[in-house]
Each structure stands twice: as C-alpha cells, then as structure tokens.
C-alpha cells in the first residue's frame, strides 16, 4: 500500500500524520509513504529523517486580509493544483492524508479528480480553514476532540483523539545529560516555540537569560533561522539550539518543566509523556482555543499579560513544587487522547 501525506509550513499539520507513518511502518512492512510539503518548512528533516520521499509545492495561502495577494490566488493555486496531479500521476498512492497545511487543498482536489480516497484529521480545538474546505471531498474525516461531532458529516466522522509519535516516549534523560552538557545538582526546563519557532519566546529567554540559568539548566529551541547572536554564550547552564530532530525526545525525558506555545501537536506529545507545561499560545490564532481546553493540566499564560520576570517566576515556582507537576502532567495526559495511531490505521486501511 501507497500512502501520500501532505502538511507543511509548521510542525502542527505534520506531527499527527508523522505519529500515523511511525506507526504504520512498524505494523507492516509493506507500506510505503509520499510526502507532499512546502519548499521552506520544517517539516523537510523530520520527513527525509523518516525515509519517506520528499515533493514541494508552491504555497497557495488565502490571505486573512483584503489585499492585492486575493488577484495571484488563483494562479498560485492553479499552478499548486496542476503540480499536486503532476505527482500522484507519478505515485500512484492508494490513498491521500492531511491534516491541515498550506499544500493541503490542492493535493486533495487533485486526489478527488483522479479517485483517490481522502482522509482528513481535525487537531485543532477551533476547526482550521484548510479542513472546512478539504473535509466535503474527503472520504474519512477523523476528529481529536468531541466538540467537533457534528461539524462535519456524520457518515464519514469518527471521533479517535490525536496521535503521539511513539518514538518520543523513547528519550533517554540520561543520554540528554550528556548531550546538552547539563548540570546533574539542577532540574531542567526546556523552551521552544515549535517547529517554526517563536521571536518572542527568544526574547523572553534572553531576557530571563542568567537569573533562570542561575537556578535551572535550560535547553532552548529558537527555530530554524532564528538564533539570537547572544543567546549561545550567555550562560554554561543555557544551551540553544535551532531545531532538534534526532534529540527532541531525551531533551523532552529530561525536561522536568516544558514552556512551549500551543499547537496540537505539541500539547499531545506533551500529554503523551504527562509532562508539566506552561503554555503561551500565539496570539489571535486556534492556539488559544487549545491551550483553553486543557487549562486544568498546564499553566497558561497569555502572552500580551506576561514579563519575562513573571515568566521565571512560573518557572521556578514549579520546579520547586514537585506534586504539583505531577498532578498536571496527570491531569494533561487525561484529557486527551494520544495512544490512537492503530485505530486510525485500520480506519485509513478500511477506505
């Protein structure tokens, strides 16, 4: 069996379908995958890590505002679409999956067009633009939360959570010790902003920078491009880096705090390992609605409300009360469903 995946731009459409491939190469050995991504994302080394074969399709966004970009959509999106039927003449996949993303739309409009079954997976707490307009020509559509029952077709709906890639439950503290240089008598926390990063996250790190390196080790992700000239030398107990790909889940085992923004795919890796979070969702985006739905079992803080010293002080107060990150590692882990690639496989494999 041909499965042909598309997402890309931000980690968040890719990581529930990276959790399905993980899983379904482990099951059968038969399977082969084909990804369809952005020329630029972050999701191309995470992909390629995986073995599956890489395309990139010109980005077709639909502005949020009126603006001169809403008269080339329709050429960006023709050319999108004639080279999405391009690649599945060339594949020749058994079925099409997405969850969300700038390639989304053209890959399955072409799919529609030559038959290929379609499934689509809705993460988000707020239902995102792309799937509204890919889920009427999909075959399944599998959905992370309750709330969305009813927002789509019942024939073709199944309520099964969200994915956790298995292999993060595979990270060594130990093994993260030695690999960031950390300091064996301090906890850790680990900070970063997704696949794409966060400017603001960066600045607060830098910010806090030695009076919460004093006091914790601290393993910063800043996305790719996007590293502070300073950060790297600003303390022996700080170590920055842009991306993890081979490292992330020892840099998640040995994290005894994680601050993070909140997209779905973070929160469930997140609740798959129980982890104590602090959540700072990006502003006006379906993040807030996340970080809204599991308020119970993280620290959520808005982002226009805190300070860096506010924001250490969360830290800290954490890492010194030990029942109370317990309590809402348990609590994260309760709310979501994570350990669901199985089912969604044999729902894939039933199309």
Known sequence: MKVLLTGGGT?????PLLAVAERWKEREKDVSFVWVGTPHGPEHSLVEE??????????ARFPRYVSLEWVTLPFKLGGALLRAAQILSREKPDV????GGYTALPVILAARAKGIPV????QDVKII???RLTAPFANLVTLAWETHVGAFSKKKTVLVGNPARRSV?????????????????????????GGSGSHWLNEMTLEMGESLAD???????????KMPPSLQSLHNDLCAEELLTDGMADALAVADVVVSRAGLGTITELAALKKAAILIPLPDSPQEMNADAVRSGAAVLEQSQVTAEQLRETILVLMEDDQERKRMGEQLGALLKTDVADELIDLIESL
Do not use: C
């Open 11 to 15: 980690l968040g459409p890719v990581t």
């Open 50 to 59: 995986m073995g599956i074969r890489f395309y990139t399709l010109p980005v």
């Open 96 to 99: 099409v999956g997405s969850a």
């Open 119 to 122: 499934w689509v997976h809705q």
């Open 129 to 131: 633009l792309t799937n």
């Open 169 to 193: 439950k595979g990270g060594s503290s130990e093994r993260a010790q030695k690999t960031f240089d950390l300091n064996r008598d301090k906890k850790t926390v680990l900070i970063f902003g």
């Open 215 to 225: 006091r914790v080790n601290v393993i910063h992700l800043t996305g790719l491009g």
